[in-house]
């Protein structure tokens, strides 16, 4: 402040050079330095409480049914157009920060992050868990795409955590999870077991669903301050029971988490299908938002709906 009174001072004496003199008083000189003084505080107020800039997450949640000879995917010999699809949706909504994709063929997402690297210049990180489908003809499992910077990853950390409570003679079902740096945020995908010949798989979910949160407590995520995302194929409808540990207590209907949903944010457990007339496939968060919401969308090669999230911190 001394450097900058001082170069005020010289300017006031060339300014004056052409004019009369005046002899200064003390009352001038005191009113003249709060003046200065003033000014620079009001500066600096204005500068502090310029609100920073809300940054917005995209947010894209697929079960993509890559897997070309599953009969209930009715591919039709598309599988190997997905890549192609899903690098076109993912250019026309912006290149999302979060890709949660679910029977996904990592051959595939590599391809996909292959054309986005290619024709965009946009850098994607692939985070896959491989399950052991029998019978399936690739390395297949759920995966997450995190977009990056151009010489710097935003991963710090990644991880692959299969389910206990799998039953036999089901494709084995897990979660993958990275940290992210920027914008300092915890992701996750995961599929859970559906009912499957009439039999009620319901207990198995929820189990499934504690070993989940229980994995996000020990950690220190969805807790105060730590921004958390889940997305995936939970194939359970919102009111259901298995939900309740997820969804925090303002959805009602017996909910008891810490989660809001993009589609049904912020106190209702619905949203619009995502499989047949069925929503099954959510984008859960839980930490400091401005807004949220969902949209789904259609798919050629795929028995499930694209839902996509958008997250304003």
């Excluded at 051959?107 to 850098?123: F, P, S």
């Excluded at 995502?274 to 090669?301: C, E, Q, W």
């Amino acid at each position: 402040m001394s450097c900058l009174i001082k170069k005020l001072m010289r300017h006031r004496r060339h300014t004056n050079l052409d004019q009369p003199s005046r002899p200064a008083t003390a009352a001038s000189a005191r009113l003249a330095w709060l003046r200065l003084i003033s000014g620079l505080a009001l500066g600096w107020l204005a500068m502090v409480a310029t609100p920073a800039q809300a940054i917005q997450i995209t947010v894209l949640q697929f079960n993509m049914c890559g897997w070309d000879d599953n009969p209930e995917c009715a591919n039709e010999g598309r599988a190997r157009y997905i890549s192609v699809d899903i690098y076109r949706s993912l250019k026309d909504k912006g290149w999302p920060l979060v890709v949660s994709l679910n029977e996904a063929c990592k051959n595939q997402v590599d391809a996909v992050a292959g054309l986005t690297k290619t024709h965009d210049g946009i850098y994607y990180d692939v985070v896959f868990q491989k399950n052991k489908q029998p019978g399936a003809t690739c390395q297949f499992g759920n995966a997450l795409m995190i977009r990056r910077g151009r010489t710097e990853s935003r991963i710090i950390s990644h991880v692959a955590v299969p389910y206990i409570a799998t039953p036999s003679g089901f494709e084995p079902r897990g979660f993958v999870c990275a940290s992210i740096r920027t914008p300092g945020m915890h992701v996750c995908s995961t599929h859970l077991t559906p009912d499957k010949e009439g039999r009620d798989y319901s207990g198995v979910r929820s189990a499934q669903v504690g070993e989940l949160v229980r994995y996000l407590t020990r950690q220190g995520w969805a807790q105060s301050g730590v921004r958390t995302l889940i997305a995936g194929d939970f194939n359970a409808k919102p009111g259901a029971d298995e939900l309740d540990r997820i969804y925090k207590s303002s959805y009602g209907g017996g909910a008891w988490g810490v989660f809001n949903e993009v589609d049904g944010c912020c106190s209702t457990r619905g949203g619009e299908s995502t499989h047949g007339s069925s929503k099954i496939d959510y984008i859960f968060y839980f930490g400091n938002f401005v807004s949220m919401r969902g949209d789904a969308t259609l798919a050629p090669h795929s028995d499930h709906d694209p839902l996509w999230g958008w997250i304003t911190l």
